[in-house]
Nanobody, 123 residues
């Protein structure tokens, strides 16, 4: 069974940077595409970005494009979300997710989810 554990969240000011990590265990990390999603109270979970199994392909939501970068280290079974120029509207609970095969921006296509890490950006 795959387990995902996010870390790195916190309280920052607008314009600051933060890097989230997600540790993967249980199966072959390199067989899984990884995604980052976020959710605020009362709203649906939304796509942030995704990275291919090799790390050679990434895709981002328009709201974070140019500010956020996803990377992965297949030797460490870890995926990262580097967040720069943070805005108050980036405040959310951030989740990492895994799916076998190709990348996807759809919540329902991910098989495994972490518990989330809170990011709060003050103005």
């Amino acid at each position: 069974q795959v387990q995902l554990v996010e870390s790195g969240g916190g309280l920052v000011q607008a314009g600051d940077s933060l890097r989230l990590s997600c540790a993967f265990s249980g199966r072959a990390f390199s067989s899984h595409a990884m995604g980052w999603f976020r959710q605020t109270p009362g709203k649906e979970r939304e796509f942030v970005g995704t990275i291919s199994r090799s790390g050679g392909g990434t895709y981002y939501a328009d709201s974070v494009k140019g500010r956020f970068t996803i990377s992965r280290d297949n030797a460490k079974n870890t995926v990262y979300l580097q967040m720069n120029s943070l805005k108050p509207e980036d405040t959310a609970l951030y989740y990492c997710a895994a799916r076998q095969g190709l990348t996807s921006s759809r919540v329902r296509e991910y098989e495994y989810w972490g518990q989330g890490t809170q990011v709060t950006v003050s103005s």
